[in-house]
């Protein structure tokens, strides 16, 4: 059963960087497509951005600019970056997978997730 | 970006009612619609993928429809666990985006 496990700081300064990384357990990081999702509090969901295991990525256009995920396969894990941020991304911050076909190719809904990471934007 | 749009955003019913949630997409996304169930400080989870499949290990009573446009989840006789918000999600267009949710509340 593979798991999902986020992991960083809690609380980040206005204007400074959000770094948070995912631990994939259970199975391998390879051959798959990897995401992060957020959700302020009271609020919906939102796609970041995803990474495959070679190093491909692929962002949300409304993040772009602040967005870097990047990939250690070596540890099994994964990692977010937003840059200059703001008590608007304030947020629950998860990583989800997609689910492949048996060709490889990714399907974009998200069939596993992990538990969630609060992240608070706060002097 | 496609906009999902679900409806109602709440919804009150008692344990063994038949409860429908709506959810309407800007522009087609064929049937590349998924349907996810959020219970509090719980992450998402999956329940119906390409609109009708179900995932596996979820119940039976959990049964999703529609093409295009206009999609439903139906839950048929309402358990106590199944209280809990859910999110329509479209994987036809990238972004990938989601409804803003319909809460199933305790009548």
């Known amino acids: 059963q593979v798991q999902l496990q986020e992991s960083g700081p809690g609380l980040v300064k206005p204007s400074e960087t959000l770094s948070l990384t995912c631990t994939v357990s259970?199975?391998?990081?390879?051959?798959?497509?990897w995401n992060w999702i957020r959700q302020p509090p009271g609020k919906g969901l939102e796609w970041i951005g995803y990474?495959?295991?070679?190093?491909?990525?692929n962002y949300n256009p409304s993040l772009k600019s602040r967005v870097t995920i990047s990939v250690d396969t070596s540890k099994n894990q994964f990692s977010l970056k937003l840059s200059s941020v703001t008590a608007a991304d304030t947020a629950v911050y998860y990583c989800?997978?997609?689910?492949?076909?048996?060709?490889?190719?990714?399907?974009?809904?998200?069939?596993?997730w992990g538990q969630g990471a609060l992240v608070t934007v706060s002097s | 970006d496609i906009q999902m749009t679900q409806s109602p955003s709440t919804l009150s019913a008692s344990v063994g009612d038949r409860v429908t949630i709506t959810c309407r997409a800007s522009?087609?996304?064929?049937?590349?619609l998924a349907w996810y169930q959020q219970k509090p400080g719980k992450a998402p989870n999956l329940l119906i993928y390409?609109?009708?499949s179900l995932e596996s290990g979820v119940p039976s009573r959990f049964s999703g429809s529609g093409s295009g446009t206009e999609f439903t989840l139906t839950i048929n006789s309402l358990q106590p666990d199944d209280f809990a918000t859910y999110y329509c999600?479209?994987?036809?267009?990238?972004?990938?985006?989601f409804g803003q949710g319909t809460k199933v509340e305790i009548k």
């Open positions: 989800a997978r997609f689910p492949r076909t048996s060709y490889g190719d990714p399907i974009y809904y998200f069939d596993y």
């Open positions: 990474i495959y295991y070679s190093g491909n990525t």
């Open positions: 390409r609109a009708s």
């Open positions: 259970g199975g391998s990081i390879n051959n798959y497509y």
């Open positions: 999600q479209q994987y036809n267009s990238y972004p990938w985006t």
């Open positions: 522009q087609s996304v064929s049937s590349w």
